[in-house]
């Protein structure tokens, strides 16, 4: 498995605002994931960050509103922009390490007021 | 359409008996299945998986049975442990790893003492 941190862990912002997240894995890998989990509900796939690509969004969502780098093989991150309180979830990011098992980060907590 | 089913909420057994937490999967695609273990506050902890070429996977006092046709797999604790007091969600992949992974809506598993 990986150690897997996310900065920060939790905050409250402002509707309108904007939050960068990022994720810290401590060994090379080359498949992120970004999910979200709302309040009582499921874990869903915001997308898929791979180095030297694109990131690879699912339905539903867009660049614009979330936009992910992936500038090396440790470290990304994922914008939340022009939040409302539908944003206020967990997002967590995940490591693929060879195989088809994914490793979790601890999350960060959004609320938007 | 919610394509992995967790139908029990929730699940209350009795401290040293067995937990049986069930899911139910629709797309024909998927072909590789997770169990993963959510404490409150923390992110996802991988806890064992399953290919589609097997029926039964075991780790300990884990284990996870695949029923293909029926498109339904279960994870078994043996004996149960007030530590296992914890949400647990099944997901599935397919794609070879290279897809993110689609989460039931987890089951909330409470240890009696």
């Known amino acids: 498995s990986a150690v897997i941190s996310q900065k920060p862990s939790r905050d409250i912002c402002q509707r309108g605002t904007s939050l960068t997240i990022q994720c810290q894995v401590d060994?090379?890998?080359?498949?992120m994931f970004w999910y979200r989990q709302q309040p009582g509900q499921s874990l869903t796939l915001i997308a898929t960050a791979n180095q030297g690509s694109e990131a690879t969004y699912e339905s539903g969502f867009v660049i614009d509103k979330f936009p992910i780098s992936r500038p090396n093989l440790t470290f990304s991150t994922l914008t939340v922009s022009n939040m409302s309180p539908e944003d206020s979830s967990i997002y967590l990011c995940s490591v693929e390490m060879g195989g088809e098992t994914q490793y979790f980060g601890p999350g960060t907590r959004l609320l938007v007021l | 359409d919610q394509q992995v089913k967790q139908n029990s909420p929730s699940l209350s057994v009795q401290e040293g008996r067995i937990s049986i937490l069930n899911c139910d999967y629709t797309?024909?695609?998927?072909?590789?299945f997770l169990w993963y273990k959510k404490y409150p506050a923390e992110g996802p902890t991988f806890l064992i998986s399953?290919?589609?070429?097997?029926d039964k996977n075991e780790d300990g006092r884990f284990t996870v049975f695949l029923n293909k046709s029926a498109k339904h797999l279960s994870l078994h604790i043996v004996p149960s442990q007030p530590g296992d007091s914890a949400v647990y969600f099944c997901?599935?992949?397919?794609?070879?790893?290279?897809?993110?992974?689609?989460f039931g809506k987890g089951t909330h598993l409470i240890i009696q003492p």
């Open positions: 399953i290919s589609s070429i097997k």
């Open positions: 797309n024909s695609m998927f072909d590789y």
């Open positions: 060994s090379q890998v080359t498949m």
């Open positions: 997901a599935a992949s397919s794609g070879g790893g290279a897809d993110g992974l689609t």
